[in-house]
T-cell receptor, first 111, second 111 residues
Framework: GQQLNQSPQSMFIQEGEDVSMNCTSS?????WLWYKQDPGEGPVLLIA?????ELTSNGRLTAQFGITRKDSFLNISASIPSDVGIYFC???????????FGTGTRLTVIP | NAGVTQTPKFQVLKTGQSMTLQCAQD?????MSWYRQDPGMGLRLIHY???????DQGEVPNGYNVSRSTTEDFPLRLLSAAPSQTSVYFC??????????FGSGTRLTVV
């Protein structure tokens, strides 16, 4: 299957700090998605990106679709305790019916 | 709207037993998928469907069967459970190209 590498694997930050994480692939994707997963729950879609170079925001979250189509970035500004969770990137090559997921970035926010 | 509903939430099986994981969505989505989530490996696609009567294999289909007789339901069958199938299983649905909505998961242990 496709290999999506997420970094960092985990982060410990102080409340109020900004966070950056990224996802790279050896293959080109037409769609990049970012999900957040809370313990015991399924992933919840945060941001969807459909065009190379696209920069999209959702509140304090901003994500970008890399120009090469092989990477994507997620930034969280002014982190709060409820940002704690695992963040996954996902890429799709044909519509969105076959998503490939990264291994996740576990975020801990220290109050 | 209930979204994507998965049952059961937890299940323990003995090696060789069979069972069906249920998934239902009430959003009239055409696309439905099954993923498994293992520690350190992200989510991997098992099977997916682009509409009633149409299914296809994903990245890790061996040991699993699916069918899609209605738009709403997409059950996943384990014919002869093996310890390697111990995992958390997620069902998801979407409009094509608009990101997936996930259920809350079924945690399966095979002993």
């Amino acid at each position: 299957g496709q290999q999506l590498n997420q970094s960092p694997q985990s982060m410990f930050i102080q409340e109020g700090e900004d966070v950056s994480m990224n996802c790279t692939s050896s293959s080109i994707f037409n769609t990049w998605l970012w999900y957040k997963q809370d313990p015991g729950e399924g992933p919840v879609l945060l941001i969807a990106l459909y065009k190379a170079g696209e920069l999209t925001s959702n509140g304090r979250l901003t994500a970008q679709f890399g120009i090469t189509r092989k990477d994507s970035f997620l930034n969280i500004s002014a982190s709060i305790p409820s940002d704690v969770g695992i963040y996954f990137c996902a890429g799709a090559q044909t519509g969105a019916n076959n998503l490939f997921f990264g291994t996740g970035t576990r975020l801990t926010v220290i109050p | 709207n209930a979204g994507v509903t998965q049952t059961p939430k937890f299940q323990v099986l003995k090696t060789g037993q069979s069972m069906t994981l249920q998934c239902a969505q009430d959003m009239n989505h055409e696309y439905m998928s099954w993923y498994r989530q293992d520690p350190g490996m992200g989510l991997r696609l098992i099977h997916y469907s682009v509409g009633a009567g149409i299914t296809d294999q994903g990245e890790v289909p061996n040991g699993y069967n699916v069918s899609r007789s209605t738009t709403e339901d997409f059950p996943l069958r384990l014919l002869s459970a093996a310890p390697s199938q111990t995992s958390v299983y997620f069902c998801a649905s979407s409009w094509a190209g608009y990101g997936y909505t996930f259920g809350s998961g079924t945690r399966l242990t095979v002993v």
